[in-house]
């Protein structure tokens, strides 16, 4: 058996991501911010569905966002390090334009769809690859019915639904999550191919995403979802 449903959640805002700085494997916290989009998330994730299992990134990160839902829900989160976001090398901690100056070469394979090679950055294969094993082996630990939440990062979600959908991870036609948003896959009917079909992406409680990110919405979010409770601090 497998899980019917996988929620593929990407971690709240980090100092990184308020700098445009690509963070691959470097261990970011959750800001304030991330925190409270973490929060408001978990409660529309608890509201919305029946959580059976939480799986997450060994990431702090990731973990911390895993934990907010934890509170909720009563599931404790099984840590995973092949849910780890893709690994960025030699650029990690830098904004796109410290990159485009030192290797424009790189720079500009990565942007149109390329891999940068010579910096030490995982191939998008490799990280489709441990996301689909890490991914499917929760999953198959559920029944049919039951709903699993895997708690990762943008660029390692985006590789796994593409790769989960049948199709090449080198495709480029699925948008990252915006920070504390899901997506939904579905499991297919035994023998139809692919495996999973996507029901929604880029889910969340926000309706301005530029408020979202900014924080400046979560105080009216918060105020729709109070009456669920609050998580103690990740």
Known sequence: MT?????????????HNLAL??????DIPLDDVGHRQAAAAAAALAETVTVDAIVTSDLGRARATAAH??????HRPVVDARLRERSFGDWEGLTG?????????QFTAWRTGGEPEGVGAETRAVVAERMVAAVT?????????????????????TLAVTALLGLDP????????????????????????????LFGHDLGPSTSIAE??????????AGLTADVGAPADA
């Open 212 to 221: 979202w990110n900014a924080g400046t919405a979560l105080d009216a979010v």
């Open 137 to 157: 082996e929760h999953a198959g630990r559920l029944e049919s019915a039951q709903t699993l939440v895997v708690v990762a990062h943008g660029a390692a979600i």
């Open 3 to 15: 899980a019917g449903t996988v929620l593929l959640w990407r971690h709240g805002r980090t100092a």
């Open 69 to 74: 839902l934890a509170d909720r829900v009563g």
């Open 21 to 26: 700085r690509l963070q691959g494997q470097v």
């Open 97 to 105: 334009e410290e990159i485009s100056a030192r290797w424009p070469e």
């Open 170 to 197: 080198l495709w480029r036609g699925i948008a990252g999550l915006t920070n504390a948003h899901w997506s939904e896959l579905r499991r297919n009917p035994s023998g139809v191919e692919p495996g999973w079909r």
